[in-house]
């Protein structure tokens, strides 16, 4: 652990307190928005969303080097990607209501597989692994901004329709006699979770988006009488997260992505064996689990 | 003063499967009207079709006087099945306090709003709930919340899809008599599996079976409900609606 300190002391390696940064900062749009994934039961298609992006990710790369658009970072590739499949599946998943699943399994494979050949038809040789399993390690200070940018814009939006989206992931029909636009709301959170992914693919990978997106925010349910309360310990939860995966494997020389992703997935399993029962206690039964009627 | 609901001529089709043909249907202001009829009949569709959840195909549906998108804002409206998760994270206001989306597009709930909502929870007896975590309710505390959901919309229609179905018969009669005291200052429209409670207080019955017939509820005897039921007795065996025809 010292070590770890002091090498985010040292100035000679910058890369680390980027790293440490970045999954900070992002955790704020992870956990705001995988409470919404979550509540609403939709980590498979922010799963597709994800695998799509190496589709964008590949054709960006192609492009700049194949075809000379030297301006094309990667990372606009991903967006663009990640924004049009989240449009392509929110319109499968409203409107072709029969075979949901298999049309976004579909892309979820396909977005993948453009991908892949994308990157084998690129001039020199480019190992997909980064963008696979994260390359927090790699973050630039420019790309610091672009997280901090693209987190004002989700968090923004995720609190100012909070009632909204709040209203059309408990009961969307009562909603649409309410007069709010389902649809609209949905395709909304959907492009969200775009952007979300986005920044989750640089920390910890496309792979393991979903553990990220979600298991913050599943955690954070058991301790939560509120959706916004969900919001705020998912997103502490997932700081925590990040900067001790971050920590663990500078020190063990293991990769970050996994790391993280490994203790997620412990903290996860803790928080559903031991957590909630000594929560359950400590607030004389009160617990989201536990349906006592209340009088 | 106009009607509360208005079908004329409505046909609807799911696909192949015609569920109303030139159906009509009349439901003056102030009235307790109870929808019956066997399941597969419309009860769900004719509901769906006055919260314009769904579109007739011909014929033309009013609600308050107006096409359902727009009536439907004075509507309160209670579904059928609790479709939440039961693990949501939400407080027995946050989910009152939906009924008074739609007022404003962007930011929270206002000071009115709230009011509101609170009224709304001491109108179904649960005034010292609101901070309760909804999920860890009784089913029928549940169900009050929902109604109050429903009346924070001031509405001047309730539209209640099989509300007593999931409560037990305590909360059943608690229910009706709220509903009793509500049809005061507002139409109540309620789909119900219960004919032996909904004749007590309900001032019409509207039999749905592919066509609608409206009865006075005085009027309303077994040979009408058996007319409504024949063509199921011999085919379904959904016990829990074939034995009120017996009654």
Same mark, same amino acid.
């Given at each position: 652990m010292t070590e770890f300190l002091q090498a985010l002391a040292n100035p000679a390696i910058p890369f680390l307190r980027y790293a440490l940064l970045a999954g900070i900062l992002s955790s704020l749009a992870f956990g705001t928005v995988g409470t919404y994934v979550v509540v609403r039961r939709i980590s498979y298609l922010a799963g597709a969303i994800a695998h799509c992006v190496l589709g964008g990710i590949g054709a960006a790369l192609y492009l700049q080097n194949a075809a000379g658009w030297t301006w094309l970072e990667p990372l606009h590739g991903a967006l663009f990607a990640s924004v049009l499949a989240a449009l392509a599946i929110g319109w499968v998943s409203l409107r072709a209501r029969q075979r949901e699943d298999t049309v976004i399994g579909a892309m979820w494979a396909v977005g993948m597989a453009a991908g892949l050949i994308f990157l084998a038809k690129t001039p020199g040789y480019i190992d997909p692994m980064s963008y696979l399993f994260g390359n927090i390690l790699l973050i630039s200070s420019a790309d610091l901004w672009l997280i901090a940018g693209l987190d004002l814009l989700v968090v923004a939006v995720a609190i100012l329709f909070y009632n909204k989206f709040l209203a059309v992931c408990f009961d969307d029909v009562f909603a649409r006699v309410r007069g709010i636009r389902v649809e609209f709301y949905y395709m909304l959170l959907l492009g969200l979770i775009s952007l979300t992914v986005v920044l989750l693919v640089s920390v910890v990978g496309i792979v393991m988006v979903i553990a990220l997106l979600t298991l913050p925010a599943a955690m954070a349910g058991h301790f939560s009488r509120r959706l916004w309360q969900m919001m705020a310990i998912g997103t502490v939860i997932c700081m925590l997260l990040t900067s001790a995966g971050l920590a663990v494997s500078y020190v063990h020389d293991l990769p970050t992505g996994g790391t993280i992703i490994i203790l997620a997935g412990l903290a996860y399993l803790g928080v559903v064996t031991f957590g909630q029962g000594r929560w359950l206690r400590r607030n004389g039964g009160r617990g989201l689990r536990r349906r006592r009627p209340a009088e | 003063m106009e009607p509360a609901v208005t079908l004329r001529d409505v046909s609807f089709a799911f696909g192949d499967r015609q569920i109303f043909t030139g159906a009509n249907l009349t439901v003056a202001a102030g009235e307790f009207a109870t929808i019956v009829g066997p399941n597969g009949g419309g009860k769900t569709t004719l509901l769906k079709l006055l919260?314009?959840?769904?579109?007739?195909?011909?014929?033309?549906?009013?609600?308050?006087?107006?096409?359902?998108?727009? @009536?439907?804002?004075?509507?309160?409206?209670?579904?059928?099945?609790?479709?939440?998760?039961?693990?949501?994270?939400?407080?027995?206001?946050?989910?009152?306090?939906?009924?008074?989306?739609?007022?404003?597009?962007?930011?929270?709930?206002?000071?009115?709003?709230?009011?509101?909502?609170?009224?709304?929870? @001491?109108?179904?007896?649960?005034?010292?709930?609101?901070?309760?975590?909804?999920?860890?309710?009784?089913? @029928?505390?549940?169900?009050?919340?929902?109604?109050?959901?429903?009346?924070?919309?001031?509405? +001047?229609?309730?539209?209640?899809?099989?509300?007593?179905?999931?409560?037990?018969?305590?909360?059943?009669?608690?229910?009706?008599?709220?509903?009793?005291?509500?049809?005061?200052?507002?139409?109540?429209?309620?789909?119900?599996?219960?004919?032996?409670?909904?004749?007590?207080?309900?001032?019409?019955?509207?039999?749905?079976?592919?066509?609608?017939?409206?009865?006075?509820?005085?009027?309303?005897?077994? +040979?009408?409900?058996?007319?409504?039921?024949?063509?199921?007795?011999?085919?379904?065996?959904?016990?829990?609606?074939?034995?009120?025809?017996?009654?």
């Open positions: - | 919260l314009g959840l769904l579109r007739p195909d011909r014929g033309e549906v009013k609600i308050l006087g107006r096409a359902p998108e727009q @009536g439907r804002s004075r509507v309160g409206y209670l579904p059928q099945h609790a479709r939440h998760d039961p693990q949501f994270p939400a407080t027995v206001m946050d989910v009152v306090l939906m009924g008074r989306l739609g007022n404003r597009w962007i930011g929270p709930h206002s000071q009115e709003d709230r009011a509101l909502a609170r009224e709304a929870l @001491g109108e179904v007896g649960l005034p010292d709930l609101a901070e309760r975590s909804f999920a860890e309710l009784s089913g @029928g505390q549940q169900q009050r919340t929902l109604i109050a959901r429903a009346l924070c919309s001031q509405p +001047d229609l309730l539209l209640f899809d099989e509300p007593t179905a999931n409560v037990d018969s305590q909360a059943e009669e608690q229910f009706f008599a709220l509903m009793k005291d509500l049809n005061q200052r507002m139409t109540i429209l309620t789909v119900s599996h219960d004919l032996g409670l909904v004749s007590q207080v309900a001032s019409q019955v509207i039999c749905v079976n592919h066509n609608i017939i409206v009865h006075a509820a005085s009027e309303l005897t077994g +040979d009408h409900l058996q007319e409504i039921y024949a063509a199921e007795m011999s085919i379904v065996h959904h016990n829990q609606v074939l034995e009120h025809p017996h009654d």
